[in-house]
């Protein structure tokens, strides 16, 4: 990656570098008006509003597939054989997979749930990686059976999936999770250890079995990775494993997988940079990846198929929140409060990132100070601890930017219920998930006979 300041301009005129785009016209947390956003995905936001309620969240379907289409192809340049699988975690949206799937993409699973969910959607189950730290034995019965690429992740995993193997009349074919010293925290939750030979051992029993066959190797360095030589530190351990494995142990590594975890522009808390001037372009993160790769290729017995498994890179800046202001109060010092009805239950990501915040329309007002806070009522409902922004006023709209990964498959009903989800595409704009009632919460509730009394059974019978 490129430095962050250009060393010819003199230190009276500063100026921020950006990894991805160059010179950026402003200094962190320097004091600027945020430019109005009237539009969201080629769509008024006050239309939106009167048509599908606030709070709602809109995707732009465009974006979604030019993300992908550059991923892809910026990994194909590098290594002709490579594929995405792309994270279902990341976003739960049966309307986000499916996009993806018509772009070509496979499916990312880590539960029983994604893997359905993919297969639903169309996508076959040798099209399927299957991670996670705990699979149940008939999920990993279907699996097999379909062909999907399981990632093996402990011993006792290892012993498991070798005693459902053996129920199969040949050898199943299994990967193997490394982790690995790369980064700081290590994400050692995850697979066998590298450094202590732990993967080595795993490696060794699996090619003793009868029942089992080593086709692959994963490695997850962790999540929003913005260096991209991290990757290329993690791709080259896994290409110098997988030769030793093919050498000492005479299998065939067929495939490497080298995870998620790719940076956005979004700025997480407590950091002197913004994300854009932070974040790895697509083109940065597969020069690292696929170097090693390139270089050892002639080495195994058969060249790999590379695997990634991204999501935040590819769904998170096609999401924005629109949001009203509700009530706007004063609070402890000169800073102000804006309530809005978008809450951390629907935007959890809030916890760890400041959002970009715009105002719909701007009225010429100062700017001023805020906290941005949503309605429930807990103190921690917290989306931006300081954000300035043209004078608000109850009623007005905001849109918060870039909320496509996790905000989705994190949020709950919790106080209040999720909003409405939209596509935005060629052809219009469709809702892809209703706003929730109170019956999303309630209607697999029971309640025992003995607390029934007569007012609880007229109320049923009126609610029908």
């Not at 011993?155 to 193997?165: K, M, N, P, S, Y």
């Not at 949503?374 to 849109?399: E, H, N, T, Y």
Request: with cysteine; proline share 6%.
């Amino acid at each position: 990656m490129s430095d962050f300041t250009n060393p010819s301009m003199p230190p009276e005129s500063p100026e921020l570098y950006s990894a991805v785009a160059g010179p950026i016209g402003r200094p962190p947390g320097a004091e600027r008006r945020i430019p109005a956003m009237p539009e969201v995905a080629g769509h008024d936001v006050k239309d939106l509003v009167q048509r599908f309620g606030s709070p709602m969240c809109v995707f732009d379907e465009p974006k979604l597939r030019s993300a992908y289409q550059r991923m892809i192809s910026c990994f194909r340049a590098g290594w002709e054989d490579s594929y995405i699988g792309v994270s279902v975690k990341t976003n739960y949206l049966s309307a986000v997979v499916a996009t993806f799937r018509s772009e070509g993409a496979w499916g990312e699973v880590v539960s029983g749930f994604e893997y359905r969910l993919c297969r639903d959607l169309g996508i076959p189950g040798n099209e399927i990686l299957f991670n996670g730290p705990w699979k149940t034995d008939d999920d990993l019965r279907t699996a097999f059976k379909e062909g999907a690429k399981v990632n093996l992740d402990g011993d006792d995993e290892l012993e498991r999936v070798g005693r459902i193997a053996a129920e199969f009349e040949q050898a199943v074919a299994v990967g193997l999770r490394v982790n690995m010293k790369v980064n700081y925290p290590p994400w050692d939750k995850f697979g066998f250890g590298l450094e202590n030979d732990h993967a080595l051992e795993a490696a060794r029993l699996i090619a003793q079995s009868p029942h089992l066959r080593l086709e692959g190797l994963h490695l997850h360095i962790g999540t929003y990775i913005p260096d991209p030589e991290l990757y290329g530190r993690g791709m080259e351990a896994l290409v110098q494993l997988g030769l030793r494995l093919e050498r000492e142990l005479d299998v065939e590594i067929k495939h490497l997988d080298l995870g998620g975890g790719y940076a956005t522009r979004n700025t997480l808390h407590n950091t002197m940079l913004p994300g854009e001037a932070v974040c790895a372009t697509p083109e940065e993160y597969a020069a690292a990846i696929t170097a090693p790769l390139r270089r050892a290729a002639n080495q195994f017995k058969s060249p790999p198929r590379l695997f990634l498994e991204p999501g935040r890179i590819l769904v998170d800046e096609a999401a924005t929140m629109i949001t009203t202001v509700r009530a706007v109060k004063r609070i402890a010092g000169q800073q102000k409060a804006a309530l809005v009805d978008c809450g951390v239950h629907i935007l959890p990501t809030a916890y760890w990132y400041d959002h970009e915040i715009h105002p719909v329309e701007d009225y010429g007002h100062g700017v001023e100070d805020y906290k941005l806070v949503g309605p429930l009522c807990m103190q921690i409902d917290v989306l931006r601890q300081s954000v300035k922004l043209p004078a608000l006023r109850a009623g007005d709209l905001l849109v918060i930017r870039d909320v496509g990964a996790y905000n989705f498959s994190q949020s709950m009903q919790f106080i209040y219920m999720r909003p409405t989800y939209v596509f935005a595409h060629a052809g219009g704009i469709s809702v892809v998930r209703e706003a929730e009632d109170d019956s999303v919460v309630r209607n697999q509730e029971q309640l025992p006979q003995h607390l029934i009394n007569q007012e609880t059974q007229n109320s049923i019978l009126n609610r029908g």
